[in-house]
């Protein structure tokens, strides 16, 4: 046993016998971290214990931290889902609860069993917050939830809420020394695998979730059996209910039975990976099986299949952990700072800093302003060289321009901006400077610069070889900010229009070769539904700086029937003023998308 084991007590802890129930709110301290964690541990086990095997399959010293993450997000979404209080007061719990753990972290305890456990858990291993802040603040969202609308609707939640815990046992993973660099290159395929595991929770979870609006399943998809958006939440088991359901499974199936996922990966990880995916499949299975009964109970796997799925399992992760070199949490690490409490209140945003030397946005007939702007932001190395400066000081000062440029299209009223920050032909750079450029954009990124002026950040680009921080920070980014409405910023990072392309032909032939689409029907609108970002806006104005006159593989699905505009200013010369030039010049200009001048 480990020191880690010794000092929490791993191989005692129990759950709590069935007297001991409510007993959440007090009282962690007197039982002692011990304590808190045998609470977090029963409230796993009770609540979900397909959860709790496939967390024993990680090494035994996460296990503690899996049941604290776990239970943190499980009682944040109690708050939030209670009948018993009107969503005032819930929003009112909320707030409190996480208020609560901010302070809790400076003082490495608390009174709350849960908060007690995954506060230390945060110290111990060093996790990061923000991330936890933001699925809490996705959570939150449910107190007046938006309908559905489309797939991508239905993503974005997941991957903002019920995705992070399993983001957080990746980071897990990776603080105890498990060779986590697949990570990285399997991105998108990890991610559409934690949707399928999410939808077949969605599924499981229907009974309960019938009686909340609106429904957990994407109006696209009831859209196409007409009447199921009635019966469902009346239980009706009609041949629109059945349609859906069968659709839906079909969908969960395909995206959690993926066979090649785990190839390459260190084996703790894969067969933690396959495992989940034999257990899902067979809940599945379950699911399917359950007829009208789905619409009134929650279908469960018995102990005996679980125990069939999962011993295999356990032999084989045994041995892969027998054989790694784990590293424990470091014991002299730093208490995480306390957030500032900076910014503008809950659900209010920041007006756009202004210049100080009173320069204003000039007035522009709102129809005569371009909804997308994409910007090339060229010439950072040149300006850095002709200053006798190293070529990444160029960089830093770009991203100066970069604040000036957001702020001027907040003042103007821009809908959406997006910036060309890396392209994959930069790797060909000296990787000096690439490094230095990464550090500094993850470093602007960690400090949220945009969150208080109401800015959706979003990310466009393929994780490879990217920094597993940074792409974490982007992540994490999206996700504290999917709500935001003034500006959506959108950066390009490790980006290749064509690669893009590619991208989006793929998915259309999977689409195909699932049954999903009928090859007569693929139009322009259903190819650009299978692009990365979906709903990212045709480019109406693309503005290159540095006097180069071309577009460089930046976004050439979006940006077919831009207006091109190229200035000589080196991009850290540039500041808002340039940009409002250059949508005056968009104004001037009669769009015509070839049809004749009338």
Known sequence: MTHLEKQLGIADIEPAGPGEGNGRREGAGGAGLEGAYRWCRRVVRERDPAIYALTALMPRMLWPGCWALWAALATVDDIVDSRARQPAERAVELQTWVSALDAELTAGNSTDMVRYALVDTIVRWGLDVAELRASFQVLGGDLHPAPLVTWDDWRVRSRGTDSAWARQILALLDRAGVDMSFELRHGETIARFLDGVQLVDNLADLAEDLGQQPLTIPAEVLDRFPGAAEDLPQRRWTMPVQGVLAHLVSTARQWVDQPGLGAGWHPGPATLVATTSRVFLARLDAIATAGPGLLHASPELGRITRWRLLAPARIRVALAWKLTTLSGPSVDRPLPATPASAGPPPGQVLPPRLRADGVRAPKIAADRIPRHVAIVMDGNGRWAQQRGLPRPEGHRAGIEAVHEVVHGALEIGLSYLTLYAFSTENWKRDPREITQLFAMLDEELRSTPYLDYGVRLRWLGRPDRLPRELVQT????????????????????????????????????????????????????????????PDLPDVDLLWRTGSEQRTSNFLPWHATYAELFFTASLWPDVDRRELWDAIAEYARRRRRYGAAIG
């Open 474 to 533: 982007l992540q994490r980014n999206e996700t504290a900010s999917r709500d935001q409405r003034t500006l959506t910023l959108t950066l390009c990072v490790n980006y290749g229009g064509r690669a893009e392309i590619l991208h989006g032909a793929a998915a259309v032939a999977r689409s195909v070769l699932a049954g999903d689409l009928d090859v007569e029907q693929i139009t322009e609108g259903e190819f650009a539904r299978h692009l990365p970002l």
